[in-house]
Each structure stands twice: as C-alpha cells, then as structure tokens.
C-alpha cells in the first residue's frame, strides 16, 4: 500500500529517545549508541532488558526475547515495535508513526512551507531529547547540570530582554532557553545553594502565563534555599536584600546591589532564615511584593528574620515589585532605607 521508499522516510524522520518515550518506555541507561528500558511489550521488570540501538534503529529485548513474538523471522525495525507495543497492526503501525514524524503518508510532492516545517519539528523532536537526557538525575555526574546549563544558554532567546532587562543581566545569572518535553518553549533560570551548587533548573514558560508557568528539571529543597545567595555571599556586605522572586533578584542587581538573595515565594521560612544567620549576615533589608501576598508575607518574616539579625522592612505599594521601578528609583529607594542601618 505505501512505498518502501515512504516507510524508509517515517523510519529515518524518528528521534530514537523521544520516539521511545512517546511509546511509553522508561529510558533508564544510554550509551553512545543504544538505549536500555524495561521493556514495555511483556511488562519486564528488568530495568536494563530491552536494548534499542540508535544508529540502526533496531531493538531487541534480552529478557523473554519478545521481539520474536509475532514472527518465526522477527522484525526489530521501529515499526514493528510499534506494532508489539501498542498491539496493532502494520498499517495502523504507519499511521502512528506519522502522527509522530509529521510526515504524511500521501505520496505527494512537498512544497517549501511543508519541508520547512517537517524540518522544525525534527529540530524540536531533537531538542526535546537532549533536554530529557540532561534532565535524568540518576548517576548523574556532578559536572552535567553545569554542562546544561552551558547548552541552555547557548540557546537564549529574547524573553527577558522584553521586560527591560540587561544583556549583560541575563549573562550573569546564566539565562537560557529550552524546550520541554511537551514542546514548550521555556526561559531556564539556574537555581543554585549558597555553595554555588545546581541544586535545580527552572523553566519558565514563554508562549503564555498558562500553568504551570514554571517548570523544574528536578526538585530541590526550597526551604533551605535562597535564590542567588551564593552571589550575595561574595559582595563583602553584611546586610542581605530579600526578595520574592527571580525578576525582583536581577532588577536589584542592576540597581547596583549584588547582595540580594530571593526566598523564591511570598515570606521568608524558618529554614532560609536559619541559612541567612549561618552564612553570616547581620543585617536583612526585606522588601516583597507591594500586593495581599506580600504584605502577608512580610508580616510572618519580619518577626522570624528579626531574632536572627537586624531587619528593616520595606513595604511597596500599589502591587508593585522591585522590577517595576526604574534602576535608578529602586537603587534611591534602596540607599534610604540601607542608611537606617
């Protein structure tokens, strides 16, 4: 019914790690030239049995030798695994491999805008893979989230530029850019301990403010954590700005202040307040959000951070949040309530 030359083309167009977890596998170890998972087809528990490699496209699954259940001669190409898999038959195989490809069936002639696009998505299905292969934590060598983070970056779009801030900003907190595994493109922002540790990657979606807006690569213990702290540590200041939240973080920072740090929500908890006196402060400027969340919020933290050092607040108005002044006004504002001290 369809050429060989058609099927040879769904077979090329497949991206081998993200066609298998559009399958459904659980890719748990890869090496330069294959893929190891549980297998899928006879629900093998074995987490390393099934083996597909990734410059023949072929797969095989040492377990119960399943490749070999619909055949006396087995078909190990990826559509027959996609008909072991999902059960269905050569032709209803194709057409699920090009629901995945984007790639017609017709044998019609292609013109530029539909090349073009089939060459996107390709770029996008490849891009999704190395993102997910970054994103796997288990024995995960110390060194990779530095190596993602080089590879986002490598990757910036202009996002964060359209709210105003600098080249150089984005460069100094190592912003980037990728797209997640649902093909959405996301702004990454590198999250790190007071030790200057990945201890995440956050992602923040650009296409809309559709939920979730952020997106971690994996989790991390917030409550101990304070966005850009590391930084702070290593301006000389014995008195830390906190923040909410990322944005609030850089526009400081362009103010002329490295000594700010993010609790990365609405208040400062028990745990972050605790990391802020061991690493040495004795001085807290708190300013969140001038909204119901951040008045709340400044209402539980000031008497929490204020038995641990000296703390000042500085209540904002009108919903506003340290990104939307001007440098200049915020850095006035900042001088005034840094003299009380």
């Known amino acids: 019914m369809y050429s060989a030359d058609k099927i040879n083309q769904l077979k090329d167009a497949i991206d081998p790690e993200s066609f298998l977890q559009y399958l459904g596998f659980k890719i748990t170890r890869t090496s330069s030239n294959e893929l190891r998972a549980p297998c899928l087809i006879h629900g093998g528990d074995n987490p390393t049995a099934f083996c597909f490699k990734t410059d023949t496209k072929r797969w095989r699954c040492f377990t119960h030798r399943c490749e070999q259940m619909n055949s006396d001669k087995p078909q190990t190409d990826v559509v027959s695994l996609v008909m072991c898999t999902k059960q269905i038959s050569f032709r209803d195989a194709l057409m699920t491999l090009s629901d995945y490809t984007g790639i017609s069936l017709e044998e019609d002639k292609k013109d530029d805008e539909t090349i073009s696009r089939l060459r996107s998505e390709k770029d996008i299905r490849a891009y ?46 190592q912003i980037g850019s990728k797209i997640d595994s649902e093909g959405v493109e996301r702004a990454t922002v590198p999250i790190r301990d007071h030790l200057g540790n990945v201890v995440s990657i956050s992602g923040r979606r650009t296409d809309s403010d559709e939920e979730p807006r952020y997106k971690l690569d994996w989790k991390f213990p917030k409550s101990k954590i304070l966005y850009n702290l590391n930084n702070a540590l290593i301006s000389g200041s014995d008195t830390i700005i906190i923040v909410e939240g990322f944005k609030a ?17 609405s208040l400062v908890v028990p745990e972050q307040a605790l990391v802020l006196a061991s690493t040495g402060f004795t001085k807290c400027l708190l300013m969140l959000d001038g909204d119901g969340s951040g008045y709340n919020g400044m209402e539980k933290s000031i008497p929490l951070v204020s038995r641990l050092m000296r703390t000042v607040p500085v209540y904002l108005e009108n919903k506003l949040s340290p990104d939307d002044f001007t440098r200049q006004d915020l850095k006035d504002l900042l001088d005034i309530y840094l003299a009380i001290f």
């Open 249 to 265: 973080c850089w526009a400081v920072y362009e103010a002329g202040f490295n000594n700010v740090a993010a609790c990365m929500g």
């Open 128 to 173: 999704v893979s190395m993102s997910n292969r970054l994103s796997r934590r288990e024995d995960e060598l110390p060194e990779l989230p530095e190596k993602r983070i080089k590879e986002y970056c490598s990757r910036r779009t202009d996002y964060f530029l359209k709210f105003g801030f600098l080249p150089s900003t984005l460069e100094y907190f």
